[in-house]
């Protein structure tokens, strides 16, 4: 009998439709029947490390008995050679796979399995300093003091790289929504888009952004992927699989591909805005009476408040400072608004009480149609492509239970909205707002100032948020702007180093 069958019938994902269930209910012995009724021949496992990037490890499984040992217990691993605050005295790991991460590797000849997976220690518990496990008991915190539900989605900016043509020419900063020939690379993201769905991603639309230019006989065309709002740990694997799989396509397609927070001098950079939810019982708790909820205002006051703090995890290389400044539509105060794209964080339309449109557009359409769940979500402009996602999303999730938890959220919410242009308005800007750290070391500091919030029981271990302090100092970046202002080499030379961060 099919189970969840709004789950199965459009997933793309292999191991969904052969499966007849939606990942999460993918059990050791489901994988097994899928490999041998496939005829699967190699297993990869794939784990996050320091540098933010998918590694790699990979098996032949020579009988059912040797499959069962790998998917059953994993495999041993040199911690120390993937983490900085691990010793090469005691390092050794466990890696386990995740059942509900399986896809068919989409580029190999040989038919092959991914996982992705999680760390274990010498007792078989969690790593308590590992990205997933920090992620997992802000959550699984979050879950218990709230009973709700947090989702998110990532919005995956890139620059593609190549040598420039003069046919159809680029045309500065004017990318947003090209169609070819004018954008250049729109079969590659369509087949990056094809290829996440397969993965497991849930894909909500692609296009052509705003970053367009040619410079020095080469063309930077920018993308961006947007996915749709699920449980948070998941929506830290669509990124993680996203970013793979763009990699090496472009790798095929003979063009390079950045992630990077600043591509070159004097153009916008990609950021990787993060929106969020909050659902009960399967109900977006954003709105109430068809505005802004109070819920949505608690906890846009709690993630402001950590704003700071954040940037440490979701702006981790000096150039992400060079991106946030005014005029790129990246933000610099400490703020929020309604469908502002000057701000930190902004209130997109959420298809509250617009419920004509159809028949407008439509008129000879006289279906009756039933309201449809509201959308509504609330984004954080700030991370970028360096982003460390799973710290990233763990702080998330703590600020918005600081929000939750703290009596005056939502004035403190009132007393940062804006609604006006902050870098057309300069005149109007209130005194009081804050501004986010202009360097690594500033984010350093802020971190080390609320480090309380993500120490609270035992989420982010004090070992962890020492080693991402010791990580942003050891770049020596602060005035960074400063320092740089018209070295146009120096900031160049910058850029090239921190080209392939994430």
Known sequence: MIKNNNDILMNQNELVQFLKKPAREFTREDIIRFIEAKGIAMLNFRYVADDGKLKSLNFVPFSRDHLESILTAGERVDGSSLFSFIESGASDLYVMPRYRTAFVNPFTEIPTLELLCSFYN??????????????????????KKTGYTFKAFGELEYYIKSYHEDLYPLVDQ??????????KFED????????????????????????SFSKDGEDFEQHEIEFTPVEIDEAVDQLLIAKW?????????????SFAPKITVGNAGSGMHIHMMIEKNGENMMIDNGKLSDVAKKMIAGILDLSKSLTA????????????????EAPTNICWGDRNRSVLMRVPLGWNGATNMIKDANPADTAEYQKMPSKQTVELRSPDGSADIYKLFAGLVIAAEHGLETEDSIKKAGDLYVDYNIFQNQNKLKKNLESLPASCWESADCLIAQRGYFEKDGVFPPGVIESVVSKLRAYDDKGLSENLYNKNEEISALVRKYLHCG
């Open 188 to 211: 590659l993201r369509i087949e990056a888009l094809e290829l996440c769905a397969k993965a497991g991603c849930r894909i909500k639309y692609g296009h052509s952004e705003v970053g």
């Open 313 to 328: 995890f979701g702006n981790t290389i000096p150039t992400s400072y060079l991106r946030l400044v005014p005029h790129q």
């Open 245 to 257: 799989i763009i990699r090496i396509l472009c790798s095929e397609y003979g063009v390079e591909v």
């Open 174 to 183: 004017k990318g947003y929504h090209q169609s070819k020939p004018f954008a």
């Open 122 to 143: 010498n007792d078989g518990n969690p790593l308590e300093s590992a990205p997933e496990y920090i992620l997992r008991k802000a959550y699984t915190r979050f879950k």
